[in-house]
C-alpha cells in the first residue's frame, strides 16, 4: 500500500472533501472551517476563498467554524497560521470539489472539460445553452471522497473576491446589537452561574458555609468540590449577590508567592533553566576586529489578555451528554481536555464555537468552560450561562510571560556589528488544552486543579522553533552578523499561571533586538534606519523598512526639539512569517504618547487587504498599549491587578491615529497578520524615547517614573 | 423583594419584576431580551454597557433599575436596525470600524449622543467623549472616522 499523498495545511489530517463542503438545496453552500472568529476576520477571509475557488457569489456561502460534530479538527486558531493551514486547506478542497462538479456536468452535456465556464455555480458550454449548475448535480456523491489536492487552484491573477476588501460578514450584527456572542446566547431554561475562587493562586478552603448562600432569593444549587465553588441562580443579578455572599462564607488559607511584580526579574534569572541553543553563527577572523562591545539588560513584565468581555461559556449535561457552546480557541483540544476531567469519551462531549470577546491568546474561554459543565451537572438537564466578573478575569487569566533578555554585541572599527550575543529568560509560552495523550491525567483548565480529587497541571510548554517558537520566537536577529549566538533560558518554576499572548516571545525579543540596534547605531554614530538597511539583505524587509520612512517621512539625522522624539523598528513575525516596520512619533506634554504610528506591512498575498490593515492597526495600538502601561501587578500574597483601574489600558484620548501601508504580494504565500506588530512597536517607542531625551530605557512599561528616574 | 417596574425602552414600555438595585443591564439583556449592550466590567469603568437615558450615554452596568424607572432608555437595538439603520451604524459598517466588536455597541451609543449635542464634533472631541469606552482590540483610528463619517452624512440629511 502506498503512503497518503500529503495533503497541504488542515486537509492532512481531514481528508475528505464532504469535511470541507456541502451544497444545500436552497442554491446554498455551507463551508466547514474549523478556524474560528475572534475578532481578527478570519470567517470572512474563508468565505472569500471558498467563494473564489468555487466561482459562486459571496452571497451564497454559509459559514460553519468551530464545531466538533460539524468541522474539520484544524487545531487552534492561533499563530497566525489560520490562513496559512486552514485557508489552503480551504481553497485545494474547494478547488478539487468544483473540478469534480465540472468533470461530472462536461459527461452529462456532452461538452469537453475545456469548453466549460462556471457562473455563480452555474456550469455552462460555449453557447451558453446546455448548462448545469452545481446543484443540479449529484454533489454529495462526488463530495464524498478524500481530497487529492490534484487540482490547483486559481492563479492570483484571476482572483476577483480573494483580494477585495470584501466588508466583514459578522459587522452587521455587532453595530446593531444583535445576538452574536457566546455570552448573548440564551437557551430555554437557562440558569446563571458565577464561580467563587479562592484568593490566590494555592489558597486552601478551610471553611464555607454552603447554606448561607443556598437560602439567598433565586440560587438553585451551590456547588462546592474541593476548593472550587460555584452558584446557579434564576436570575443573572441573583447569581452576583450570591456570588458576593459565597466569597463571605469562604475562608481559605493562601501560601505566598516566591516573588512579587518588582522582584520578577531577578528571579527568573536566580532559578533552575533548561537551556537552548537557539541560534549559532561564527566567524572567528570577523569576531577579531571587535572594536567595541555594548551590553545591555531589557525586561518585560507579565501581560494581560483584558478583553472587554469576560470569559464565558453555555453548558448542559444530559445524563452521559455534554453539550458546551464556547469561544475557545480549539474546540477539539478543549473537548479532549473536558472529557479527561470528567472522565467521559471525547464523544460524549460537543463543543461549539460562538464568539466571544477580543482574543489575543490562551485567555479563559477554555476554563470557564469547565466551570460551566460542573454547575450544569448540579441542575440536570438545564443549561447554565457563566460569565467571569471582571476580577476573575484579570486574577485568574493565563498572563503573557515575564521575560528578561541579556544582550551583547560588539562593533568594529567601521560601525559593523562583528558580534552578538542573545540570552532570554523565561517560562514556556503554552499551558493550552491540547488532543496529545500524556502518560498521567492533566488538564490546563483551572477548576480541574482546584477538584477535591485534583487533576494535575499541564506541565508548562513551549512551542519548537520549528513552529515558530514560544519564548525563543524572533529571537535570532535577521540582520546579518558575522557571529550571533542565541541562547533560551528556560525557568522551570512558574510563579504566576502564563500561556500564550498575542506575539508569544516576540513581543520582548524584537523589542530588546530593535533597541539594541538603536543602542549600537547610535554608537557608530550611524542614522538607525540606515544602520539596520546596511546589515539586511532581505529584499521584503528592506522594502516594508524603506516604505515605512518614506511614509513618516524619516530624515537621517534629524535631531528632537526635546518636546517629542521619532523611533524605528522593524521585525518578520517568526522570521518567516509578516513583516512590519514602523515609525513611531513620540510626545512629551503632558505625559508620554504616541502621537502617530506610521507602518509598512507585507503579508504576502493579502486576502482581505482591508482586514489586514485593521488587524495591523489593532496590533499597533495594543501594543502601544502594553509599552506604555501595561503590567500585571502581584505582591507576595496575590494578584493585586484586579480591575481596569489596577489595569489601565489605552485610552481614546491616549491613542493616535494609526497609518498603515500595504505592500500587497498576491504571489506570495498569504500570511497572517494578527502578531506582526508586536515586536516592533515597543521597540520603536523606546527608540523615540531615545531621540527625544537621550535616555534609554530597557524596561517596560515606558512609564513617566521610570524616565524621570533615568533623567535624575 | 422583587418589585414591580416600569420602564420605557425604545420607545415601548415594559414592565419587569426584579429587585430594585438589580441593574439595568441585565434587565435589557435578560428580561427584555435586548443583547446589545454587554458586561464588561459591572463597574462602569468600560464603558460596553453603555445606554442613552434621556438622552445622556450611561453604562447600564451600573445604573439600579430603580434609578431608571420613567426615564425614556434607548439601546443600540433602537436605536437602528439593518433595515432602517442609524448613520453612525451605517458608517461604523462603511469604516469597518470593529475587530472582535464587543465594545462597538457601547461606542455607537455614547457617540450617538456626541453627535446629538455637537453634530461636527473634531477629533479631539471624539476622543474626550470616548474617553471612557474601552476598545481592546485597538480600533480607535477606525471608530474615530466611523464617527467623523455619520456625523457628515447627519449634517447633510439629517
Known amino acids: ?712 | 423583594m422583587a418589585d414591580s417596574i416600569t420602564l420605557k425602552v425604545n420607545g415601548v414600555q415594559h414592565t419587569v419584576r426584579a429587585e430594585p438595585d438589580t441593574p439595568l443591564l441585565y434587565i435589557l439583556r435578560n428580561d427584555l431580551k435586548l443583547k446589545g449592550a454587554k458586561f464588561g466590567c459591572g463597574q462602569g469603568l468600560c464603558g460596553s454597557c453603555t445606554v442613552l437615558i434621556d438622552g445622556l450615554n450611561m453604562m447600564a452596568c451600573d445604573t439600579p433599575l430603580w434609578a431608571a424607572a420613567g426615564k425614556a432608555i434607548t439601546t443600540i437595538e433602537g436605536l437602528g436596525t439593518l433595515a432602517a439603520s442609524h448613520a453612525l451604524q451605517r458608517a461604523f459598517i462603511a469604516e469597518q470600524a470593529a475587530q472582535c466588536g464587543y465594545c462597538i455597541s457601547g461606542m455607537i451609543m455614547t457617540s450617538a449622543a456626541l453627535l446629538a449635542r455637537n453634530p461636527d464634533p473634531g477629533i479631539a472631541d471624539i476622543k474626550q467623549a470616548l474617553a471612557r469606552n474601552l476598545c481592546r482590540c485597538g480600533t480607535h483610528t477606525r471608530i474615530i472616522r466611523a464617527v467623523q463619517r455619520a456625523a457628515r452624512e447627519l449634517r447633510v440629511r439629517p
Not at chain 1, 491573477?157 to 448573548?184: C, M
Not at chain 1, 512579587?260 to 533552575?272: A, C, N, P
Open chain 1, 1 to 712: 500500500m502506498s503512503a497518503p499523498a500529503k495533503l497541504p495545511g488542515s486537509l492532512a489530517a481531514n481528508r475528505r472533501l464532504d469535511r470541507w463542503l456541502r451544497f444545500n438545496a436552497d442554491g446554498s453552500v455551507t463551508i466547514y472551517t474549523g478556524k474560528v472568529e475572534i475578532g481578527q476576520g478570519v470567517v470572512t477571509a474563508m468565505a472569500q476563498i471558498a467563494a473564489e475557488e468555487l466561482d459562486v457569489a459571496l452571497t451564497r456561502i454559509r459559514m460553519v467554524s468551530g464545531d466538533t460534530v460539524l468541522t474539520p479538527d484544524e487545531g487552534h486558531t492561533s499563530g497566525s497560521r489560520s490562513i496559512d493551514e486552514g485557508g489552503s486547506a480551504m481553497r485545494y478542497a474547494c478547488a478539487e470539489a468544483r473540478h469534480l462538479l465540472l468533470q461530472e456536468a462536461s459527461k452529462r452535456l456532452d461538452i469537453p472539460l475545456d469548453k466549460l465556464a462556471v457562473e455563480d455555480g452555474v456550469i455552462a458550454g460555449l453557447d451558453r445553452i446546455r448548462k448545469l449548475s452545481y446543484w443540479e448535480l449529484p454533489h454529495a456523491e462526488l463530495l464524498n471522497r478524500e481530497a487529492t489536492a490534484a487540482v490547483k487552484p486559481k492563479p492570483a491573477g484571476r482572483h476577483t473576491i480573494v483580494g477585495s476588501n470584501i466588508e466583514r460578514l459578522d459587522i452587521p450584527d455587532k453595530v446593531t446589537g444583535a445576538p452574536r456572542f457566546v455570552q448573548d446566547l440564551e437557551l430555554p431554561g437557562m440558569l446563571f452561574g458565577r464561580v467563587v475562587r479562592p484568593p490566590s493562586y494555592d489558597a486552601q478552603l478551610t471553611a464555607f458555609d454552603a447554606d448561607a448562600v443556598r437560602k439567598l432569593p433565586g440560587v438553585v444549587a451551590v456547588v462546592r468540590d474541593g476548593n472550587f465553588i460555584g452558584l446557579v441562580a434564576e436570575r443573572e443579578e441573583q447569581a452576583v449577590k450570591a456570588r458576593l455572599a459565597a466569597q463571605r462564607a469562604a475562608q481559605w488559607r493562601e501560601t505566598p508567592l516566591p516573588t512579587d511584580d518588582s522582584g520578577i526579574h531577578d528571579y527568573l534569572q536566580s532559578r533552575q533553566t533548561k537551556d537552548q541553543v537557539i541560534f549559532e553563527r561564527t566567524d572567528a577572523a570577523a569576531g577579531a576586529r571587535a572594536a567595541r562591545t555594548l551590553e545591555a539588560r531589557y525586561t518585560k513584565p507579565y501581560i494581560a489578555h483584558a478583553s472587554i468581555g469576560p470569559s464565558c461559556a453555555l453548558a448542559r449535561v444530559d445524563g452521559t451528554r455534554v453539550e458546551i457552546w464556547t469561544h475557545s480557541q480549539g474546540v477539539y483540544q478543549l473537548r479532549y481536555d473536558l472529557a479527561g476531567v470528567l472522565d467521559m469519551p471525547p464523544d460524549s462531549v460537543i463543543v461549539h464555537h460562538v464568539e466571544g470577546s477580543g482574543c489575543y491568546g490562551h485567555n479563559g474561554a477554555d476554563d470557564v468552560a469547565l466551570d460551566a459543565v460542573l454547575l450544569a451537572r448540579a441542575v440536570a438537564g438545564r443549561p447554565v450561562q457563566v460569565q467571569w466578573m471582571r476580577d476573575d478575569e484579570f486574577a485568574w487569566e493565563p498572563y503573557g510571560p515575564a521575560m528578561v533578555i541579556k544582550t551583547r554585541a560588539a562593533l568594529d572599527a567601521h560601525g559593523a556589528i562583528v558580534d552578538w550575543a542573545f540570552d532570554l529568560w523565561s517560562n514556556g509560552h503554552t499551558q493550552r488544552p491540547t488532543s496529545v495523550k500524556t502518560p498521567g491525567k492533566v488538564s490546563s483548565l483551572i477548576a480541574a486543579w482546584h477538584l477535591e480529587k485534583p487533576v494535575a497541571h499541564r506541565p508548562q510548554g513551549d512551542p519548537p522553533m520549528a513552529g515558530g517558537g514560544g519564548m525563543a520566537r524572533n529571537s535570532p536577529a535577521m540582520y546579518d552578523f558575522p557571529n550571533q549566538r542565541v541562547i533560551a533560558h528556560r525557568v522551570e518554576e512558574m510563579p504566576l499561571r502564563v500561556s500564550a499572548l498575542r506575539g508569544l516571545g516576540a513581543t520582548a525579543n524584537v523589542f530588546a533586538i530593535e533597541s539594541f540596534m538603536d543602542e549600537l547605531a547610535a554608537a557608530a554614530g550611524a542614522d538607525p534606519v540606515e544602520f539596520r538597511l546596511r546589515q539586511m539583505k532581505d529584499p521584503r524587509a528592506r522594502a516594508v523598512i524603506e516604505l515605512a520612512a518614506k511614509k513618516a517621512g524619516w530624515k537621517a539625522g534629524a535631531e528632537s526639539d526635546g518636546t517629542s522624539g521619532r523611533g524605528f523598528a522593524f521585525s518578520q513575525y517568526k522570521n518567516g512569517y509578516g513583516y512590519l516596520a514602523v515609525v513611531i512619533e513620540l510626545g512629551l506634554e503632558p505625559d508620554i504618547h504616541v502621537k502617530r504610528a506610521v507602518a509598512a506591512v507585507d503579508v504576502g498575498q493579502a486576502i482581505n487587504p482591508d482586514g489586514i490593515i485593521n488587524q495591523a492597526e489593532g496590533g499597533i495600538i495594543q501594543a502601544i498599549s502594553w509599552t506604555l502601561k501595561e503590567q500585571v501587578r502581584f505582591s507576595r500574597e496575590r494578584i493585586t491587578t484586579l480591575d481596569w483601574e489596577t489595569y489601565p489600558i489605552l485610552t481614546f484620548p491616549e491613542a493616535p491615529l494609526v497609518e498603515v501601508h500595504l505592500i500587497n504580494r498576491p504571489d506570495e504565500a498569504p500570511l497572517g497578520a494578527g502578531e506582526i506588530a508586536a515586536g516592533p512597536v515597543p521597540a520603536a517607542i523606546a527608540n523615540a524615547l531615545y531621540h527625544a531625551l537621550g535616555v534609554r530605557i530597557r524596561d517596560l512599561p515606558l512609564t513617566r517614573e521610570r524616565i524621570a528616574a533615568a533623567l535624575a
